[in-house]
Antibody, heavy 116, light 112 residues
């Protein structure tokens, strides 16, 4: 079964850090572009970051540029999002997804809450 | 960024009746490879988004044929031929042609 499993969310104070993980299974992870998408409470969907199959090409939304770092370990079939200098407005459910041009597989989401 | 504008944002529908959602982009979604990366997603409460339609009109595996997508350039439509109770959800259009990918605001479909 093709699957993505998100983890690593939690409650963190403003200015703090978290590292999200996404474990892939059931497909050739190293062949796919991957992305992180987030959804603030009762809000719509927002692109966060993109990474190419090899990891050589990376993009970030302006709202997270300089604070978040996307990476992948193809040997471990895993995608990561290192989030630093977190702000209240980063509070959201974070989803990893496959194939950014038209995400066909999504993780179940992991909740990040930034609050003092 | 490309702005995706959906209408209506709320759509009360009688069971068995058709429903239609419009999505307009602020610029053409035709990519250099000739494809138009316009997708439609369904998100039920408490669930992850589920892709229904990709590249304008291609239905994903397992998606009922009452769902259809159409359009070109900057104007796109999702149609549900006969709404069923399980179709209650928020529907999003999304463009993957230009970075960053962008989503519409979402259309909430509910039963009248």
């Amino acid at each position: 079964e093709v699957q993505l499993v998100d983890s690593g969310g939690g409650l963190v104070q403003p200015g703090g850090s978290l590292r999200l993980s996404c474990a892939a299974s059931g497909f050739s992870f190293s062949s796919y572009e991957m992305t992180w998408v987030r959804q603030a409470p009762e809000k719509g969907l927002e692109w966060v970051s993109y990474i190419s199959p090899s990891g050589s090409t990376i993009y970030y939304a302006d709202s997270v540029k300089g604070r978040f770092t996307i990476s992948r370990d193809n040997a471990k079939n895993s995608l990561y999002l290192q989030m630093n200098s977190l702000r209240a407005e980063d509070t959201a459910v974070y989803y990893c997804a496959r194939d950014p041009r038209g995400p066909d597989v999504w993780g179940q989401g992991t909740t990040v809450t930034v609050s003092s | 960024d490309v702005v995706m504008t959906q209408s209506p944002l709320s759509l009360p529908v009688t069971l068995g009746q058709p429903a239609s959602i419009s999505c307009r982009s602020s610029q053409s979604l035709v990519y250099s490879d000739g494809n138009t990366y316009l997708n439609w997603f369904q998100q039920r409460p408490g669930q992850s988004p589920r892709r229904l339609i990709y590249k304008v009109s291609n239905r994903d595996s397992g998606v009922p044929d009452r769902f259809s997508g159409s359009g070109s350039g900057t104007d796109f439509t999702l149609k549900i031929s006969r709404v069923e109770a399980e179709d209650v959800a928020v529907y999003y259009c999304m463009q993957g042609t230009h970075w960053p990918g962008t989503f519409g605001q979402g259309t909430k479909v509910e039963i009248k």
